[in-house]
Structure formats: C-alpha cells, structure tokens
C-alpha cells in the first residue's frame, strides 16, 4: 500500500501562482509514474501532468507551459507548480501515483480561482 497526502492548495486570484506538495509513505519501492490529476464540479476526473521515475513528464494540452510537474524521490514527493492560473483551473486536484499494476490516489486539495 501507498499512502498519498497533498498540501497547498488555497484561494487564488486569476495570474497568480499555488504550489502543491505531495508526500508519498508506506510501500513506495518501485513507485513508477506520480503526479496530478483534477476534478472540477459537474466534470470528469481528468489528467494535469505527470512524471515518471526516469523524470520524463506527460502534460494536459490545458496546462503546458504553466504548470510544472518535479520530483524529490529523495523526500518522496512530487510537487505541482501552477502558474498564471485561470478560474478554469478551479477543482480538486488529487495526487496519483502507480506501482506496477497498482494505482493510489491521494484524498485531493481544493483549488479555487478567482477572476
């Protein structure tokens, strides 16, 4: 098992920045992809970005450019780093990791844009 748990996610004015934090405990030998997803009210779960242990990363066409997507396998924490956010980007973004056939997700952090 793999326990997942995000911080930072708040109110933000329409150009600002947050920046997300996600630790990872438990059985994490071998964790391959982590990362981001969103859900905004009345939407689907969709993908925000990902990386993968070798630190390759994968970005919705609605983020790149803006959001940034790292690593710290020392401290086992993938980090969201949202720039020049839009009220678009209003929702519940949940942590996502993946261990072999396995994935876990985190409990999710609200992030609200204000226009």
């Known amino acids: 098992q793999v326990q997942l748990v995000e911080s930072g996610g708040g109110l933000v004015q329409a150009g600002g920045s947050l920046r997300l934090s996600c630790a990872a405990s438990?059985?994490?030998?071998?964790?391959?992809?982590m990362g981001w997803y969103r859900q905004a009210p009345g939407k689907q779960r969709e993908l925000v970005g990902l990386?993968?242990?070798?630190?390759?990363?994968n970005y919705a066409d609605s983020v790149k450019g803006r959001f940034t997507v790292s690593r710290d396998n020392a401290k086992n924490t993938v980090y969201l780093q949202m720039n020049s956010l839009k009220p678009e980007d209003t929702g519940v973004y949940y942590c996502?990791?993946?261990?072999?056939?396995?994935?876990?997700w985190g409990q999710g952090t609200q992030v609200t844009v204000s226009s």
């Open positions: 990386i993968g242990s070798s630190g390759m990363t």
């Open positions: 438990g059985n994490i030998f071998n964790i391959n992809a």
């Open positions: 996502y990791s993946q261990k072999g056939a396995y994935q876990y």
